[in-house]
Each structure stands twice: as structure tokens, then as C-alpha cells.
């Protein structure tokens, strides 16, 4: 059994990783999946959520909205529909996201949709746990 996975997480702009792991987080549709070498084939859908990634001592994150993972033994190919570094993230943007729909939720209108809505909470707090990791600096980011 190898001692490392190759990962690779494509958007539909960008290849953003490629590189070998030892291990990754992912938050799939019915629950976070954590993937070490020699895991059993599978396909998920993802959800909103961060992805976690180990190579060494050095453990990287990502956040995701949407797509798929195909885990195999050996490798881990994420097509996501949207997937950002700590670096790409605009936190005063990501925070804005939130509070208009938060503000939304306490005044609806007949034609909020209740679950973007929340789905954009969601998606807004984990950019910023995320871009957070990165200015801590206590975590290598990638």
C-alpha cells in the first residue's frame, strides 16, 4: 500500500491542487469523509464545507460549495463547483454575504428562498473559518 494519495481539486476555472497527501477531509453530502491511503473506492457528492488536507506536518484548507469526489486507493479527484485557498478569500465580502442573508431571514419576504438563504450563511462562515486559518499563521496554507 502506498504511503500517500495524489489529490487533485479542479474547478471548472482551475486546476487548484495537484500534489501527493497524506491524508484529506472532505465534506461529502451525508457526512465529512476522511480518505487515507488504501481507502475504499467510492463517489460522493460534496457539500458546503471545507476541505482539509495533510502532507507531512503541513495541513492545508480549502472551502467548497458543491460537486464530487471520486476516492480510489491511491488518489482523490475533487471536481468542485467552487473551491477557494484561504489566500483567494475576501473576508469583508464573505462577512457582507452573511449579514444580508441573516438580515433576510429575520424580515422574509414571500419570496425568499429559505434554503439559498441558508445555504449562503453557511457557505459565508466557512470562507471565513477558512481565511482565518490563514491569518493565524499557525497553519501552512497552500
Same mark, same amino acid.
Given at each position: 500500500?502506498?504511503?500517500? *494519495?495524489?489529490? /487533485?481539486? %479542479?474547478?471548472?476555472?482551475?486546476?487548484?491542487?495537484?500534489?501527493?497527501?497524506? /491524508?484529506?477531509?472532505?465534506?461529502?453530502?451525508?457526512?465529512?469523509?476522511? %480518505?487515507?491511503?488504501?481507502?475504499?473506492?467510492?463517489?460522493?457528492? *460534496?457539500?458546503?464545507?471545507?476541505?482539509?488536507?495533510?502532507? =507531512?506536518?503541513?495541513?492545508?484548507? *480549502?472551502? %467548497?460549495?458543491? =460537486?464530487?469526489?471520486?476516492?480510489?486507493?491511491?488518489?482523490?479527484?475533487?471536481?468542485?463547483?467552487?473551491?477557494? &485557498?484561504a489566500s483567494e478569500i475576501d473576508v469583508p465580502r464573505a462577512q457582507a454575504a452573511k449579514a444580508r442573508?441573516?438580515?433576510?431571514?429575520?424580515?422574509?419576504?414571500?419570496?425568499?428562498?429559505?434554503?439559498?438563504?441558508?445555504?449562503?450563511?453557511? &457557505?459565508?462562515?466557512? &470562507?471565513?473559518?477558512?481565511? *482565518?486559518?490563514?491569518?493565524?499563521?499557525?497553519?501552512?496554507h497552500t
Amino acid at each position: 500500500m502506498a504511503d500517500t *494519495l495524489e489529490l /487533485e481539486i %479542479v474547478t471548472p476555472d482551475k486546476l487548484l491542487v495537484k500534489e501527493p497527501v497524506d /491524508e484529506v477531509q472532505i465534506p461529502g453530502k451525508a457526512g465529512d469523509l476522511g %480518505v487515507l491511503p488504501g481507502h475504499a473506492p467510492l463517489i460522493t457528492e *460534496l457539500t458546503i464545507g471545507e476541505i482539509a488536507y495533510k502532507h =507531512g506536518a503541513n495541513t492545508s484548507h *480549502l472551502a %467548497v460549495a458543491w =460537486g464530487f469526489a471520486e476516492v480510489l486507493p491511491d488518489k482523490v479527484t475533487i471536481l468542485a463547483q467552487t473551491a477557494e &485557498r484561504a489566500s483567494e478569500i475576501d473576508v469583508p465580502r464573505a462577512q457582507a454575504a452573511k449579514a444580508r442573508a441573516e438580515e433576510a431571514l429575520k424580515n422574509p419576504t414571500p419570496d425568499l428562498d429559505y434554503e439559498a438563504t441558508l445555504n449562503t450563511i453557511k &457557505r459565508a462562515e466557512v &470562507r471565513i473559518k477558512v481565511a *482565518l486559518y490563514a491569518q493565524e499563521g499557525t497553519i501552512q496554507h497552500t
